[in-house]
């Protein structure tokens, strides 16, 4: 057992290795199915109240604890729950929260630069957890959280909730089947509004309320050096993964499942960039990242977040779509095409464009996962911690590429994607999206990204040592994701 830096911790971790599907006791009683389950809720600024909302709601479920290393955001919440006559306890370390014997669950909602290890020490304290998407910051650390969870016989579940709706399984069911002759490929799209964070002069003061040292956690120890702290972290590799792992991430799982891909991609290649301003964001704002599958279908990704066009900088930030849709995933067939718009429909087309079919409705992702830590079944969730990992390093992959590649002209981006299937119709795309947004390509040069083989059974990359070294981080003592779980 790793050494963590928390009060009561090896004690509770050796419970939870001999009793691997039994949550630790509380007040000297094991838990019971009938039992009602208490959680704790890290990280409530924004989606973290959906967690709250989404599992307090629910029969036998209570949130009797939120963690966050924002004061303010405690005392808010606070406040709503004595407003309804409820008490809630209140942690700015959430390590105080994982040494607690009277919580069974932990939903994350932290940045994700946080999300791997506090997973891991969840599942190590004996605690089921609901993590937020993309479940890891980098491919290596995703694989340790499948790891904690089988080995403590934890149920994790990633909040990839297009994975509860019937209506895309079916819709999925149904296209595999045969209904549009052979799949030729997935299109994932994630056409978000996303204008400049602007440009900071030298390091900003951290509001009051916050505990930068737990807010950095597993990330370097650096100064903050953009306007915002919050949300904005998203745009620096350092704690986010760009729009492609943060809203993105729901439709390279769509895509991935429609085409049937249980492991990553065999080969990866990103053309992109940040262009049309300059801020303190490094993530791409634009970019192209292509999955090969050795003989089988082929996933490309499209990232974008310029409008439409020059005027819409102006007044609306209006987005672009292919066939009327912006976010989400098209999949392309020999006979047709289906559409997936958003978590919970889809529709069907034949090869003229006419819709043929259409599926409609969800499951509670919430519930679902509460049905499976009240069954001990990890088998019953739809999306177990393995799936969410696949889906989130197929965006890290794409960003590896895009972070180990050079500046290129358009004619050498066509010689790069030539050959690659619908990709060089992707970046033909979006070099013109560019130019309607007044990006000279010649001044500003694209990032053609380094093409990357990948051994789907070992997560390692095979042709380029300096890839490998960015499956992982280095981490800063005591936030330090373990060798062994």
């Given at each position: 057992m790793?050494?963590?830096?928390r009060?009561?911790f090896?004690?509770?971790?050796?419970?939870a290795?001999?009793?691997?599907n039994?949550?630790l006791?509380?007040?000297g009683?094991?838990?019971r199915?009938?039992?009602?389950l208490?959680?704790?809720?890290v990280g409530?600024?924004?989606?973290?109240?959906a967690?709250?909302?989404?599992?307090?709601?629910l029969d036998?479920?209570?949130v009797?604890?939120v963690?966050?290393c924002?004061?303010q955001?405690?005392?808010r919440?606070k406040k709503?729950?004595?407003?309804?006559?409820?008490s809630l306890?209140?942690h700015?370390?959430?390590?105080?929260?994982?040494?607690?014997?009277d919580?069974?669950?932990?939903?994350?909602?932290?940045?994700?630069?946080?999300?791997a290890l506090l997973t891991?020490?969840?599942?190590?304290?004996?605690?089921?957890?609901?993590i937020e998407?993309?479940?890891s910051?980098?491919?290596w650390?995703?694989r340790?959280?499948?790891?904690?969870?089988?080995?403590?016989?934890?149920i994790v579940?990633?909040g990839?909730?297009?994975?509860?709706?019937?209506a895309?399984?079916?819709?999925?069911a149904?296209?595999?089947?045969?209904?549009?002759?052979e799949?030729?490929?997935?299109?994932?799209?994630?056409?978000?509004?996303?204008?400049s964070?602007?440009?900071v002069?030298?390091?900003?003061?951290?509001?009051?309320s916050?505990?930068?040292n737990?807010?950095l956690?597993?990330?370097p120890?650096?100064?903050?050096?953009?306007?915002?702290?919050h949300?904005d972290?998203?745009?620096?590799?350092d704690t986010?993964?760009?729009?492609m792992?943060?809203?993105?991430?729901?439709?390279?799982?769509l895509?991935?499942?429609?085409l049937?891909?249980?492991?990553l991609?065999?080969?990866i290649?990103?053309?992109?960039?940040r262009?049309?301003?300059d801020d303190?964001?490094?993530?791409?704002?634009?970019?192209?990242?292509?999955?090969?599958?050795?003989?089988?279908p082929?996933?490309?990704?499209?990232t974008r977040?310029?409008?439409?066009?020059?005027?819409?900088?102006e007044?609306?930030?209006?987005m672009?779509g292919?066939?009327?849709?912006?976010?989400g995933?098209?999949?392309?067939?020999?006979?047709?095409?289906?559409?997936?718009?958003?978590?919970?429909s889809?529709?069907a087309f034949?090869?003229?464009?006419e819709?043929?079919?259409?599926?409609?409705?969800?499951?509670?992702h919430?519930?679902?996962?509460?049905?499976?830590?009240?069954?001990r079944?990890?088998a019953?969730?739809?999306?177990?911690?393995e799936e969410?990992?696949v889906?989130s390093?197929?965006c890290?992959?794409?960003?590896?590429?895009h972070q180990?590649?050079e500046?290129?002209?358009p004619d050498?981006?066509?010689?790069?994607?030539?050959g690659?299937?619908p990709t060089?119709?992707?970046?033909?795309?979006?070099?013109?999206?560019?130019?309607?947004?007044?990006v000279?390509?010649?001044?500003?040069e694209?990032t053609?990204?380094?093409?990357?083989?990948m051994?789907p059974?070992?997560e390692?990359?095979?042709n380029?040592p300096r890839?490998?070294r960015?499956?992982?981080?280095d981490?800063?003592a005591?936030?330090v994701?373990?060798?062994?779980?």
């Amino acid at each position: 057992m790793t050494t963590l830096p928390r009060r009561q911790f090896l004690g509770a971790a050796a419970a939870a290795v001999a009793f691997p599907n039994i949550a630790l006791s509380r007040g000297g009683k094991k838990w019971r199915p009938n039992d009602e389950l208490r959680v704790a809720v890290v990280g409530i600024r924004s989606r973290g109240q959906a967690h709250i909302n989404g599992l307090h709601r629910l029969d036998g479920v209570r949130v009797v604890a939120v963690a966050d290393c924002d004061a303010q955001y405690l005392e808010r919440e606070k406040k709503t729950f004595a407003e309804r006559g409820e008490s809630l306890d209140t942690h700015v370390d959430l390590r105080e929260v994982l040494d607690r014997d009277d919580i069974d669950i932990v939903a994350s909602a932290t940045p994700n630069h946080w999300h791997a290890l506090l997973t891991i020490w969840a599942c190590q304290a004996g605690k089921d957890v609901y993590i937020e998407k993309p479940v890891s910051h980098n491919v290596w650390e995703g694989r340790k959280m499948v790891e904690a969870a089988r080995k403590y016989g934890r149920i994790v579940q990633a909040g990839t909730q297009s994975r509860s709706s019937y209506a895309i399984r079916d819709a999925v069911a149904w296209l595999r089947g045969g209904a549009l002759g052979e799949i030729q490929y997935g299109q994932g799209l994630c056409y978000k509004p996303r204008r400049s964070i602007g440009k900071v002069s030298g390091p900003q003061k951290v509001p009051s309320s916050v505990d930068y040292n737990l807010w950095l956690g597993p990330a370097p120890e650096v100064p903050l050096s953009r306007r915002s702290l919050h949300y904005d972290w998203h745009w620096v590799f350092d704690t986010g993964n760009g729009d492609m792992g943060n809203q993105g991430i729901h439709q390279m799982d769509l895509c991935r499942w429609a085409l049937g891909h249980e492991g990553l991609s065999n080969r990866i290649l990103s053309v992109g960039g940040r262009l049309g301003y300059d801020d303190d964001g490094n993530t791409p704002n634009t970019q192209v990242a292509l999955h090969e599958y050795g003989d089988g279908p082929p996933i490309v990704f499209e990232t974008r977040g310029l409008p439409k066009d020059r005027a819409a900088q102006e007044k609306g930030w209006n987005m672009d779509g292919v066939r009327g849709t912006s976010i989400g995933a098209w999949i392309h067939c020999e006979n047709g095409s289906l559409r997936l718009p958003n978590y919970s429909s889809a529709q069907a087309f034949d090869a003229n464009g006419e819709k043929i079919k259409e599926w409609d409705g969800a499951e509670d992702h919430y519930a679902n996962f509460i049905d499976a830590v009240r069954t001990r079944d990890a088998a019953s969730l739809n999306a177990d911690i393995e799936e969410g990992h696949v889906s989130s390093a197929l965006c890290h992959t794409g960003n590896i590429s895009h972070q180990l590649g050079e500046g290129a002209d358009p004619d050498e981006l066509r010689e790069l994607c030539a050959g690659r299937g619908p990709t060089g119709d992707a970046v033909e795309r979006m070099m013109a999206h560019l130019a309607a947004n007044g990006v000279d390509l010649d001044a500003d040069e694209l990032t053609a990204g380094a093409v990357l083989e990948m051994d789907p059974a070992t997560e390692r990359f095979t042709n380029d040592p300096r890839a490998n070294r960015l499956l992982r981080r280095d981490y800063r003592a005591p936030f330090v994701v373990p060798e062994t779980v």
